[in-house]
Antibody, heavy 119, light 108 residues
């Protein structure tokens, strides 16, 4: 089955670090870019950035540049989203989504990872 | 940065037609995609490249794009169509993806 499987929910304190994952299966992992999308409670979708797992070419939204790090391990068919110092405002659901190289739409989404940051 | 504007909400009676707009500067020159997000679920692609439907999406879903407005049309609306809908484009100038503000469709 073609799917993106995301890591489980996390509860963290402000200032802590975190790395969440998105594992692709059932397809050629390096044929698709993987994007990360934030959805804050009760709000819309926000594009954070995207990575080409083939060569780790990465783009970041200006809104998130410097706040997050996106990486990928093609041998593990997994993409990652990382924070070094979480804030309470990072509380959100984070989705990964794939986009075919050369195309501009996301045709498959992960189920999301809920990150709660609270003191 | 490129901005996509959608109406916050659209209400429609069962069996009628819902039209959701997505406004952007010269959006007609871009490929527009639409994602449906039901309550508590991940988004799902329902229209890509302005008007194409992925496998498994009912023919009741259609799309168009011209000038400064793209439109998602849902014909013969059913209760199960109640969801948030987001338009999405890739902005070649910034090499970034952009989502619209989202529209909540309520079936009366």
């Amino acid at each position: 089955e073609v799917q993106l499987v995301q890591s489980g929910a996390e509860v963290k304190k402000p200032g802590e670090s975190l790395k969440i994952s998105c594992k692709g299966s059932g397809y050629s992992f390096t044929t698709y870019w993987i994007a990360w999308v934030r959805q804050m409670p009760g709000k819309g979708l926000e594009w954070m950035g995207i990575i080409d797992p083939g060569d780790s070419d990465t783009r970041y939204s200006p809104s998130f540049q410097g706040q997050i790090s996106i990486s990928a391990d093609k041998s593990m068919t997994t993409a990652y989203l990382q924070w070094t110092s979480l804030k309470t405002s990072d509380t959100a659901i984070y989705y990964c989504a794939r986009r075919t190289s050369g195309k501009t739409y996301f045709d498959l989404w992960g189920r999301g990872t809920l990150v709660t940051v609270s003191s | 940065s490129y901005v996509l504007t959608q109406p916050p909400s659209v209400s429609v009676a069962p069996g009628k037609t819902a039209r959701i707009t997505c406004g952007g500067n010269n959006i007609g020159s871009k490929s527009v995609h639409w994602h449906q997000q039901k309550a508590g679920q991940a988004p799902v692609l329902v229209i890509y490249n302005d008007s194409d439907r992925p496998s498994g999406i009912p023919e009741r879903f259609s799309g168009s794009n011209s000038g400064n407005t793209a439109t998602l049309t849902i014909s013969r609306v059913e209760a199960g169509d109640e969801a948030d809908y987001y338009c999405q484009v890739w902005d070649s100038r910034s090499d970034h993806d952009v989502f619209g503000t989202g529209t909540k469709v309520t079936v009366l």
